[in-house]
């Protein structure tokens, strides 16, 4: 019989989630470590722990997303005349290493959706 009860593991789900150990979750919990092991060791427990955690990352980025705009305009404020050369210096660096890593991201998210695209369609001509 499965042990992973949906309502009263919340809290268990959201330690772990957050980077906790079995050992760590347990005290956080009040639950014994020999429960959260049997926890662990429940396909569906897990399945839902990694839900947790993907909705988790999911809504960072979302966060990072929305935060990405303001970071732009405060690296691009410091590359202005009066702010002293090294301070210039780093805001530039920073600009250009960022600029670069996001059109590597983009371009390889382009291309994996190109490939998925072929799949899907191979898939169904096939």
Do not use: H
Not at 80 to 90: D, E, N, Q, S, W
Not at 92 to 112: D, Q, T, Y
């Amino acid at each position: 019989m499965p042990s992973y009860r949906p309502k009263a593991d919340s809290p268990l789900l959201l330690a772990l989630a957050c980077g906790a150990s079995a050992e760590q979750a347990a005290r956080q919990t009040g639950l014994s470590e020999s429960t959260v092991y049997r926890r662990l060791r429940d396909p569906a427990f897990r399945q839902e722990l990694q839900a947790v955690r993907d909705d988790m990352v999911r809504r960072s980025a979302g966060m990072l997303t929305a935060a990405a705009g303001e970071a732009v305009k405060t690296l691009v404020a410091l590359m202005a005349p009066a702010v002293p050369a090294p301070t210039r210096l780093g805001a530039a660096r920073a600009v250009l290493e960022i600029g670069i890593k996001v059109r590597e991201v983009s371009e390889l998210a382009e291309r994996v959706a190109a490939l998925e695209e072929r799949l899907v369609n191979g898939a169904t001509a096939a």
